[in-house]
């Protein structure tokens, strides 16, 4: 659900391809007449990239990558990616695995190929891509079997998409972000045959600190495993639990910083605004929780909205900062409140 100025751009569950104002809630346009199941890739000069899934009839077309015109929701145009690896935006413009999974591929704004490049490395030829630092790479396992061999980390030339194989990551190696210049990835601690680190209360036994030019790994310790979805936000590892237990760990050495119990289930992943130097996290009913980041003390909370509607139980949370408006998604239901003044208003 990225922002762009007061714009919000929604899709999922609950929400066709949606531009609304952050602040008043009104509808600017929509696209497509269902739902569809992943949220839009980002926002960019102008462009919104976002997905369309084939009609149900159509068996052998694949989902499309498609970037449609911010202003008006006007399709500008589309490309066939995978059906299940997320495409990222990046410095020269957006990269996503082929609809073979068999190859990296980049396009511009104006849906030019850039290049293709093969999908392999050392560690195996099962490809996901991410971006780090506005730079690509790809993530690489053994296609028969992703629980050996670890993780081949690829650095994709952003000009033409030559790969240089970076360092082999422990099996299930969650890419982060950056801190102080070294590429973060978390090792999950996974169950004997468990090879996805998909879980809501998924564990980490450590942080792994990579130099983009040497490959060397740094691997640090995470303090006591934390557990749960976990956001970067400004060096700092926010772990929150569905319970509502909320953990910050700073990225660089791996110390625990706070915990703290909230006794409000199942919270978004966090924002943090510098302003009002707060962290802000919503729930499913569209509960809104504001934590001081440095210690984990609640500064506020809401109780639920109204009418989260009939999709609350089944999907995620999400909560961003557009301007001065913190907007939040809670079921099939958008919301927004100032971060000062949190009186809710639903939509």
Known sequence: MPGDSTAVYCAGTGFTVTRF??????VDWRRGTSPETSLPVGVRDGRVYTYRKPDSTATYITRRLVALDAKTGTELWARPVSEDEPAALFSRGIVA???????????DGSGRQLWKAPAKSSAGDACAVTVLNGAPYGLCTPVDDP??????????????GTAHE?????????????????????????????????????????????????????RVPAPGTPRGTVTLLDGVLYFDRPGGTVTAVRAADGKRLWQRATEIE?????????????????????RLLA???ATGAVRWRTAAIRDPGESAEQTTPYVLQVKDAIVAVAGDT??????????VTAK
């Not at 695995?97 to 396009?107: G, L, R």
């Open 97 to 107: 695995m082929d609809e073979n999974k068999t190859a990296f591929v980049a396009y």
């Open 291 to 293: 934590l001081n980041p």
């Open 21 to 26: 104002d952050a602040a008043s809630g009104r």
């Open 166 to 218: 970076v360092a082999t990551l422990p099996t299930g190696a969650r890419p982060m972000g950056v801190v102080d210049g070294q590429l973060l990835f978390l090792t999950p601690k996974l169950a004997k045959s468990q090879f996805a680190a998909n879980g809501e209360d998924q564990p980490y036994t450590a942080l792994n600190l990579v130099d983009p030019r040497t490959g060397a790994v740094k």
């Open 147 to 160: 629980g050996k061999g670890g993780v081949g980390l690829l650095r994709l030339d952003p000009a033409d």
């Open 334 to 343: 958008a919301f927004s409140v100032r971060p000062d003044r949190p009186t």
């Open 266 to 286: 199942n919270l978004s992943a966090p924002v943090r605004s510098k302003k009002f130097d707060t962290l802000y996290f919503a729930n499913r009913y569209g």
